[in-house]
C-alpha cells in the first residue's frame, strides 16, 4: 500500500496539469503499476493533494487539503466464530463432499447429531451452538479460502429449462405429474476421456423430477441390450414404482425396444424437443453434479473400470439420495433484463419423499429405517476408497497400453 501511495502522490500534481491525451497515458501507466480501475485511480490522482481555501465566520482562514488513509477501519466486535468452529464446519464440508453453503446450513440440524451418534464428531456445548446456528452466507465465507485452494472445477454450462413434453407416438397411460414421485427423465454420460473413437462405456442416468431422487449405472457401450437391462435394474431398486420417462432424442431411447418395453409395463414415455436440451433439465444438472462429479472425464472402456465404476455407483447413490440436500427452484420472475429466481428449502431426496403425500407409508418406513441405519462418514470413506480402487485400475490399463506399444515398436 506504501508504494501506490507514493506512485499517486509522484503523478497526481503532472496529472492534474496534463492534457487529455497524456492524462490517458498517465493513467495506464498507473493502472498497470497498482493494480487500480481506471475510474478508481483518476478519481486519486485528480483529488490527491488537491488544496481547498476556506475561511470561517470568525475570518479565520484555513486549508484542506484531499489525502487517502492507507488502513481501513476494521470493525472493533469481537468474531462470533472462531477457527475452531470454521474448522468444524470445514469438516463437515468435507464430509458432505464439498457442497454450498445454502446445501450445508440445511443439512447441518440433522447431520451433527447424527454424526455425534455415531462418535465421528465431537463438540464442545459452545462449538455445537455455534456450528448449529451458523447461516449459510457464514459459512460460505468461512469457507472462502479453503476453496479458493481447492480450485473446484468450474460449474456445467449446463442451466435449468422449463420441462416441455412433446410426446413421442406411444399410448400414455398417465398424466405427467412434476410433483408426483416416479415420473423420471434419463440421460447418458459418456466416459470417451476426450477422445470418440473406439468403444467406451457410459453411465445411465435416471432422475426423479418430483424428488431429485437419482440412480447410476454404467454400461459397457451405448447399445441398446445394455441400457435396457440398466433400466430394468435401476428401475428394481426406486422406491417409488416407475409411472413415466422422459428422453432426449438419442437413439438409444427413441426405439421399438423401449417403445414396446413402456407400452408393455404401462409407463408413459415422452420425449423432448430436439435440439433442446433444456428440456431435461433435472437429469442435466445431475449429469455433472452426480456422476461428473465422482466418475471425472477419464475414458473408461474396459470390463473392470465398467464393474469399478458400479461398484462406486452402489455406494455413492446411498450418498446422494439420503444425505446430499438440494435446492428446487420455485419460480423465476423477470423485471427487464434482470431475471430474479425463488428457491426452496435445500432437502434430500429422502426427505422430499417423506414430505410427499403420493408416497405410501410403508415405503416411509423403510426409508427412515435405512436413514438411521447409514452413516455418512463411513459411506464417505468407502466412496474415497472406490474412487481410489477406480483410479488404479485407469492408471494400470494405462500403464499396460504404454507397455504393449513399446513392445509392438509404435514407441521408440
Same mark, same amino acid.
Given at each position: 500500500m506504501v508504494s501506490r501511495r507514493e506512485v499517486i502522490v509522484k503523478s497526481a500534481d503532472k496529472y492534474r496539469k496534463a492534457s487529455k491525451k497524456d492524462k490517458g497515458q498517465i493513467l495506464d501507466r498507473i493502472t498497470e503499476i497498482t493494480g487500480y480501475n481506471r475510474d478508481y485511480a483518476s478519481h486519486l490522482l485528480t483529488l490527491f493533494g488537491k488544496r481547498l481555501y476556506m475561511e470561517s465566520k470568525r475570518g479565520t482562514r484555513f486549508i484542506l487539503? #484531499?489525502?487517502?488513509? &492507507?488502513?481501513?477501519?476494521?470493525?472493533?466486535?469481537?468474531?462470533?466464530? &472462531?477457527?475452531?468452529v470454521a474448522d468444524a464446519? #470445514?469438516?463437515?464440508?468435507?464430509?458432505m463432499d464439498y457442497i454450498c453453503g445454502?446445501?450445508? #446450513?440445511a443439512a447441518i440440524p440433522w447431520l451433527v447429531p447424527k454424526l455425534e451418534a455415531t462418535k465421528d464428531l465431537f463438540?464442545? &456445548? &459452545?462449538?455445537?451452538?455455534?456450528?448449529?446456528?451458523?447461516? #449459510?452466507a457464514t459459512i460460505d465465507r468461512m469457507l472462502a479460502d479453503r476453496k479458493r485452494k481447492l480450485r473446484l472445477k468450474e460449474r456445467s454450462s449446463t442451466k435449468p429449462g422449463t420441462l416441455l413434453k412433446h410426446k413421442i407416438p406411444i399410448r400414455t397411460f398417465a398424466d405427467w405429474d412434476e410433483d408426483k414421485p416416479g415420473f423420471v427423465e434419463i440421460d447418458l454420460v459418456s466416459h470417451e476421456g476426450g477422445c470418440s473413437s473406439g468403444e467406451f462405456a457410459f453411465t445411465l442416468d435416471v432422475t426423479d423430477v418430483a424428488s431429485g431422487w437419482t440412480e447410476l449405472m454404467a454400461?459397457?457401450?451405448?447399445?441398446?441390450?445394455w441400457t435396457m437391462e440398466a433400466l430394468k435394474a435401476i428401475r428394481s431398486r426406486l422406491p417409488f414404482p416407475l409411472c413415466g420417462i422422459d428422453s432426449d432424442n438419442d437413439s438409444t431411447f427413441i426405439n421399438h425396444h423401449l417403445q414396446k418395453y413402456c407400452e408393455d409395463e404401462r409407463i408413459t414415455f415422452t420425449r423432448s424437443r430436439a435440439g433442446n436440451k433444456n428440456d431435461n433439465c433435472y437429469v442435466e444438472q445431475k449429469n455433472w453434479s452426480v456422476a461428473r462429479r465422482v466418475a471425472g472425464y477419464a475414458r473408461y472402456d474396459t470390463?473392470?473400470?465398467?464393474k469399478a465404476l458400479n461398484e462406486l455407483y452402489d455406494v455413492y447413490r446411498l450418498y446422494v439420495n439420503f444425505?446430499?440436500?438440494s435446492a428446487k427452484l420455485i419460480s423465476k420472475t423477470r423485471t427487464g433484463a434482470k431475471v430474479k429466481k425463488s428457491y426452496d428449502t435445500p432437502k434430500t431426496p429422502c426427505q422430499r419423499l417423506l414430505d410427499s403425500d403420493h408416497v405410501a407409508e410403508e415405503v416411509k418406513s423403510n426409508l427412515r429405517g435405512q436413514f438411521d441405519s447409514l452413516n455418512p462418514a463411513d459411506l464417505k470413506k468407502e466412496i474415497d476408497r472406490l474412487k481410489s480402487r477406480l483410479n488404479r485400475a485407469f492408471r494400470n490399463k494405462n500403464r499396460t497400453l504404454a507397455g504393449n506399444e513399446i513392445d509392438s515398436g509404435k514407441v521408440a
Amino acid at each position: 500500500m506504501v508504494s501506490r501511495r507514493e506512485v499517486i502522490v509522484k503523478s497526481a500534481d503532472k496529472y492534474r496539469k496534463a492534457s487529455k491525451k497524456d492524462k490517458g497515458q498517465i493513467l495506464d501507466r498507473i493502472t498497470e503499476i497498482t493494480g487500480y480501475n481506471r475510474d478508481y485511480a483518476s478519481h486519486l490522482l485528480t483529488l490527491f493533494g488537491k488544496r481547498l481555501y476556506m475561511e470561517s465566520k470568525r475570518g479565520t482562514r484555513f486549508i484542506l487539503e #484531499a489525502d487517502r488513509k &492507507d488502513s481501513k477501519v476494521r470493525r472493533k466486535r469481537k468474531r462470533t466464530y &472462531d477457527r475452531e468452529v470454521a474448522d468444524a464446519v #470445514a469438516t463437515l464440508w468435507k464430509m458432505m463432499d464439498y457442497i454450498c453453503g445454502k446445501r450445508l #446450513a440445511a443439512a447441518i440440524p440433522w447431520l451433527v447429531p447424527k454424526l455425534e451418534a455415531t462418535k465421528d464428531l465431537f463438540l464442545d &456445548d &459452545d462449538r455445537r451452538l455455534k456450528v448449529m446456528s451458523v447461516s #449459510a452466507a457464514t459459512i460460505d465465507r468461512m469457507l472462502a479460502d479453503r476453496k479458493r485452494k481447492l480450485r473446484l472445477k468450474e460449474r456445467s454450462s449446463t442451466k435449468p429449462g422449463t420441462l416441455l413434453k412433446h410426446k413421442i407416438p406411444i399410448r400414455t397411460f398417465a398424466d405427467w405429474d412434476e410433483d408426483k414421485p416416479g415420473f423420471v427423465e434419463i440421460d447418458l454420460v459418456s466416459h470417451e476421456g476426450g477422445c470418440s473413437s473406439g468403444e467406451f462405456a457410459f453411465t445411465l442416468d435416471v432422475t426423479d423430477v418430483a424428488s431429485g431422487w437419482t440412480e447410476l449405472m454404467a454400461v459397457r457401450n451405448r447399445a441398446r441390450i445394455w441400457t435396457m437391462e440398466a433400466l430394468k435394474a435401476i428401475r428394481s431398486r426406486l422406491p417409488f414404482p416407475l409411472c413415466g420417462i422422459d428422453s432426449d432424442n438419442d437413439s438409444t431411447f427413441i426405439n421399438h425396444h423401449l417403445q414396446k418395453y413402456c407400452e408393455d409395463e404401462r409407463i408413459t414415455f415422452t420425449r423432448s424437443r430436439a435440439g433442446n436440451k433444456n428440456d431435461n433439465c433435472y437429469v442435466e444438472q445431475k449429469n455433472w453434479s452426480v456422476a461428473r462429479r465422482v466418475a471425472g472425464y477419464a475414458r473408461y472402456d474396459t470390463e473392470g473400470e465398467v464393474k469399478a465404476l458400479n461398484e462406486l455407483y452402489d455406494v455413492y447413490r446411498l450418498y446422494v439420495n439420503f444425505f446430499l440436500p438440494s435446492a428446487k427452484l420455485i419460480s423465476k420472475t423477470r423485471t427487464g433484463a434482470k431475471v430474479k429466481k425463488s428457491y426452496d428449502t435445500p432437502k434430500t431426496p429422502c426427505q422430499r419423499l417423506l414430505d410427499s403425500d403420493h408416497v405410501a407409508e410403508e415405503v416411509k418406513s423403510n426409508l427412515r429405517g435405512q436413514f438411521d441405519s447409514l452413516n455418512p462418514a463411513d459411506l464417505k470413506k468407502e466412496i474415497d476408497r472406490l474412487k481410489s480402487r477406480l483410479n488404479r485400475a485407469f492408471r494400470n490399463k494405462n500403464r499396460t497400453l504404454a507397455g504393449n506399444e513399446i513392445d509392438s515398436g509404435k514407441v521408440a
